[in-house]
């Protein structure tokens, strides 16, 4: 199994990987930074925000049209959670393989009720993995 982030070696950029594309990608220092302590929370914020522009086309089409007449931000969230909703189900078997739990994605900023509804359905707490 691939491990979430690829360290640098000889001058090379820390990378994160997605289970998706089974390939690995330039993480985001920005991200690093705000979840320096927890790395399955880096690896999933890494993962939403590459899932938002690579494998969910509308996001990046729709931006300036939604920018000029509707709420960015609001609009970001429920693509965001759509994103997590479809990571959680696509790459279950591997998220589940890392240790990656419910209160993980939790921690990332405006889930919603149903996205966190779906990560403890598919997704095993610290206390299932015990028993």
């Not at 393989?97 to 359905?121: H, I, M, N, Y």
Request: aromatic letters at 12%.
């Amino acid at each position: 199994m691939k491990p979430m982030f690829k360290e640098e070696t000889d001058g090379e950029v820390r990378c994160f990987y997605c289970p998706l594309c089974d390939d690995y990608y330039p993480h985001s220092e920005y991200l690093h930074g705000v979840f320096e302590d927890e790395p399955k929370v880096e690896f999933i914020a890494n993962l939403v925000t590459h899932y938002r522009h690579e494998h969910t086309k509308y996001y990046d089409n729709g931006v300036g049209y939604v920018s000029r007449f509707h709420d960015y931000d609001s609009f970001k969230e429920t693509v965001n959670n759509r994103a997590k909703r479809q990571i959680i189900r696509k790459a279950k078997n591997y998220l589940r393989a890392v240790g990656v739990t419910p209160e993980d994605f939790c921690t990332l900023q405006s889930t919603d009720q149903k996205t966190a509804e779906l990560a403890c359905r598919m997704l095993p707490t610290q206390e299932k993995l015990i028993a």
